[in-house]
């Protein structure tokens, strides 16, 4: 194979391959764009951490340049080239570790293709714009003024799901992007599963909310006690600060450049000390994925991570299904004790454990505990999947959302801050998004199910603060395998099973059974 030939479009990236061997050259191509989109997260960790004000709107044209030169270098013809010559050579049906680079990256070329680069910046111009709308909103607590932004978002988002999946439900053809393998109705029969025992569930603990103190929760911890409270159960666990870090932020994320360095970062609320402690547990089940992640596949497609929801079932793994738990906090709480101002010394164990899992119906889906979390979700599923095919106008939306509010949590907001206006997905003109979200709390409770039962002394490892058994199998079982395996696949690949509701539902009904004495 030549230069890139006359129909070749002018690309950035490196050209001209002469090496006989054409995976040297698919990995080299594939190392570049790995290169210039991780370089954009660099600026993008230091934007939301330590940049000055000032320096917004150059660092926004920066990481569109990158972002863009990213883009163009995967999706050119000379990409698709060089794994037409990977086939022809044979490779991509095995299971070897070309095998897999290639037949990952065909899948990612083809989705990254699915749109022309024109629509691609009109929807990046319209999020900007969506934005300024949303903030303009937000201040007048009105949705009105953010309601022709939104509809210009649901016709750009139509046509994104027309160029996705023609012959498909539009939802679905969104899901191809955020959930590949998912259709509209699976999750819709799922959601409708965990309406069934979670709305029951939520009326049973709000009757007995007087079993939880909420004492503890309400003493104030002073910021440098809560970073070192932070630090010390990442440390625990062992996440390796040998190759990653923790800063603060306004909202906490993680983010990766690659597995040798992976940021994580948390906000310290000096009246809500849980925030920081279980957002950092959070971040950091998406940092160990990352850190995990399979060095032979590093720089591809396929040495990433499976997918946003694989990804939030490890965050929620952390956060929750261990770092809730009963066990964890017989570890936990000697270290924290030793950490908290002296007050805390009259807490038992027991109030501990029950004030950290505390429950009730709120309004806030950021705010929202483990149980009513997942109603909030499926409330903005229910919102788009009928923006989408046109049964649902815009300006209804603040009127369905106080009425399914109603439904699912016995609480309605009484303004549009607290309602509609609450989330920034919509503005950046993200759909399809959401039941990622709820889909990481199920397989979390999945793998749950899957540890125990070979990991059996569990309980007692936690206990013991022993927790590279657990933090092992992640690695063998879902971090190693990259993004080789889609949600459903690694799913069924790990437990045994299809992605059900069963087993997390389970846990809460347990778990929230015992606390509230149900
Ligand atoms: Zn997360």
Redesign the pocket.
């Known amino acids: 194979m030549g230069e890139g030939g006359a129909s070749a479009p002018p690309s950035a990236c490196a050209g001209g391959f002469h090496v006989a061997d054409v995976m040297t050259d698919l990995r080299r191509r594939l190392r570049e764009v790995w290169n210039i989109s991780r370089a954009s997260a660099v600026l993008g960790w230091d934007e939301l951490t330590y940049m000055p004000p000032g320096g917004a709107q150059d660092r926004g044209e920066q990481e569109a340049t990158l972002d863009r030169l990213a883009h163009e270098c995967f999706t050119s013809d000379e990409t698709g080239k060089l794994l037409a010559r990977a086939r022809a050579a044979g490779i991509g049906r095995g299971e070897g570790d070309d095998d897999v680079i290639v037949r990952v990256t065909e899948r990612e070329y083809e989705r990254a293709r699915a749109l022309p680069p024109s629509l691609v910046e009109e929807r990046s111009r319209l999020a900007v714009a969506g934005h300024e709308a949303w903030v303009k909103a937000r201040r007048a607590n009105d949705f009105a003024i953010f309601a022709p932004t939104l509809k210009k978002v649901v016709e750009t988002q139509r046509e994104v799901a027309h160029l996705r999946g023609p012959a498909l439900d539009p939802y679905t053809a969104l899901l191809t992007a955020t959930l590949p393998g998912f259709t509209a109705d699976e999750i819709e029969r799922l959601f409708d599963d965990l309406k069934r025992r979670l709305v029951p569930l939520v009326g049973r603990i709000t009757a007995h909310a007087d079993r939880v103190d909420p004492a503890p929760s309400s003493l104030r911890v002073d910021d440098d006690r809560q970073w070192q409270a932070s630090l010390a159960a990442m440390r625990a666990v062992g996440y390796d600060f040998g190759r990653g870090r923790l800063d603060r932020t306004i909202h906490p994320f ?1 983010t990766s450049f690659g597995t040798g360095d992976v940021r994580i970062t948390t906000r310290v609320d000096e009246d809500q000390w849980e925030f920081a402690l279980f957002s950092s547990l ?2 950091m ?2 940092g160990l994925y990352e850190q995990g992640l399979p060095a032979r596949w590093q720089g591809t497609p396929a040495g990433e991570s499976s997918s946003s929801a694989i ?2 079932s490890q ?2 793994f952390f956060e929750n299904v261990i770092g809730r738990s009963r066990p964890f906090w017989e570890f936990f709480w000697p270290t924290l004790r030793e950490i908290f101002p002296p007050e805390f010394a009259r807490f038992s164990l027991e109030e501990m454990y029950r004030a950290v899992n505390r429950c009730g119906p709120t309004l806030i889906r950021t705010e929202a505990d483990e149980v009513t979390y997942n109603l909030h979700v499926i409330l903005r599923f229910e919102i788009e999947r009928g923006l989408l095919a046109g049964t649902m106008e815009v300006n209804d939306v603040p009127r369905v959302w106080r009425d399914r509010m109603t439904d699912l949590l016995g609480v309605a907001p009484e303004d549009d801050l607290t309602g509609p206006l609450q989330d920034v997905h919509w503005s950046g003109g993200s759909f399809a998004s959401f039941p990622s ?1 709820t889909l ?1 709390n199920v397989i979390s409770g999945q793998l749950r199910e899957t540890v125990r039962a070979e990991i059996p002394d569990l309980d007692a490892l936690i206990r013991r603060g022993a927790f590279a058994p657990i933090t092992g199998w992640l690695r063998e079982n879902i971090y190693d395998l990259g993004a080789a395996y889609e949600t459903k696949e690694l799913v069924r690949h790990v437990t045994g099973h299809d992605v059900e509701a069963g087993p997390y539902l389970a846990y809460l009904e347990e778990k929230f059974s015992d606390i509230y004495d149900l």
Do not use: N, Q, T
Request: proline share 0%.
């Open positions: 993680e959070h971040e089940g998406h990804h939030e965050s929620r979200y990481g």
